[in-house]
C-alpha cells in the first residue's frame, strides 16, 4: 500500500512539473505532447488545424507515458494510462480547457482557441492506472532519420577571410 501511494505522487508531481511528456499509443511509437495536470490526469489537446497530433490515443485504450525532468530532461517515471476522451463543451472538457488554455503557447487565434477546440480538436485524460514501468538501463536514443538539415558540408574557403574582414572594419 506504502508503495502504490509513493508510485502515485511521484507520477503526478513529475507530471505537474514536467511540461512535456513522451506517450505511446497503441502500434505507434513515442510522441512528445505539451500537457497539463488537471484533477488527477494528464490532460492533452489535438488532433486539430496547428495542434499537436494524437495518434492511437482512442478512448478506452491504454497509453505508456514517459515523464522527463524538467530541469535534467532524463526520464523520471513511466506509467500506464487509461485514455478518456472528454465530450466537448461537458463539465469535465470545460474545466479541462480552462487549464490547458492557460498554458497553449502562440495559439493563432487568441480567446477563440477554445470555441476552435470544441469544433475541431479532441481533448483527452490520461489517468494513471497505478502501474509504473520499470526505467531501462540504455538511453534508448535512435540515429537520426537522414535529412539534408543534418548532412555537415565543409565550410566554403572564402568564408573565414569575409568574417576576419567584417571584424577589422569595426
Known amino acids: 500500500m506504502t508503495g502504490e501511494l509513493l508510485d502515485r505522487a511521484l507520477v503526478e508531481e513529475a507530471t505537474k512539473k514536467s511540461g512535456l511528456v ?7 511509437p513515442d510522441r512528445a505532447l505539451w500537457h497539463v495536470w488537471h484533477e488527477g490526469a494528464a490532460c492533452v489537446v489535438g488532433d486539430g488545424p496547428g495542434e499537436q497530433p494524437l495518434p492511437g490515443l482512442v ?38 480547457v480552462a487549464d490547458l488554455k492557460g498554458k497553449r503557447l502562440n495559439a493563432p487565434d487568441g480567446e477563440a482557441m477554445t470555441d476552435r477546440w470544441r469544433r475541431e480538436c479532441r481533448v483527452l485524460r490520461l489517468e494513471p492506472t497505478g502501474a509504473t514501468g520499470v526505467l531501462p538501463d540504455g538511453s534508448l536514443a535512435e540515429a537520426p532519420l537522414p535529412s539534408p538539415a543534418t548532412t555537415r558540408q565543409p565550410v566554403p574557403a572564402g568564408l ?4 576576419m574582414k567584417r571584424r577589422g572594419r569595426r
Open 22 to 28: 513522451w506517450v505511446r499509443g497503441p502500434g505507434v
Open 59 to 96: 478512448d478506452g485504450a491504454a497509453a505508456e507515458v514517459t515523464v522527463r525532468s524538467k530541469d535534467k530532461g532524463g526520464r523520471l517515471v513511466s506509467w500506464t494510462a487509461k485514455v478518456v476522451e472528454l465530450a466537448p463543451g461537458s463539465e469535465e472538457w470545460t474545466a479541462a
Open 160 to 163: 573565414p577571410r569575409l568574417l
